[in-house]
């Protein structure tokens, strides 16, 4: 868990906005990656279903607390408390939930066999109570 978290610190560090772009396609893989896995496990759950398995799953293993704020064809928002990448990424000026977000964009376009787009609305790091999600 620690060498994740110093591998996003310092790919940023280092690298600035090529770094980010790295860490949204890990991200992005390791959601789709998750979202296979769960639509084998789940069956025919409906959408909504399988992301609150997986959400759970992330949150067991310690990642945040999630909240499936809605979940529809059209888009999904997920709030984000105690997100371990604002988490280590605090000393960062100009840092978004990078690979949280390429995570997310992936799960979600293998629940909904399509490809989706995700931005982060709202951001701990920028003063908001939580991190918030949508993906279309």
Not at 105 to 112: A, E, K, P, R
Request: aromatic share 12%; charged share 25%; hydrophobic share 45%.
């Amino acid at each position: 868990e620690n060498a994740m978290l110093l591998t996003c610190f310092h790919l940023v560090k280092r690298f600035g906005s090529g770094g980010m772009v790295m860490l949204w396609f890990m991200g992005n893989d390791a959601g789709e990656a998750e979202g296979m896995e769960a639509k084998i496990l789940s069956g025919k759950l409906t959408v909504k279903a399988r992301l609150n398995i997986s959400l759970a799953k992330l949150q067991a293993l310690g990642w945040c607390r999630f909240e499936l704020a809605e979940c529809d064809e059209g888009r999904v928002i997920i709030r984000v408390f105690e997100n371990f990448e604002d988490i280590v990424t605090k000393g960062l000026a100009n840092y978004r939930n990078t690979f949280l977000r390429g995570f997310l964009v992936g799960l979600v376009s293998v629940f909904f066999n399509k490809a989706c787009r995700g931005v982060e609305l709202k951001c701990i790091n920028r003063g908001d109570p939580y991190c918030e999600f949508m993906i279309r």
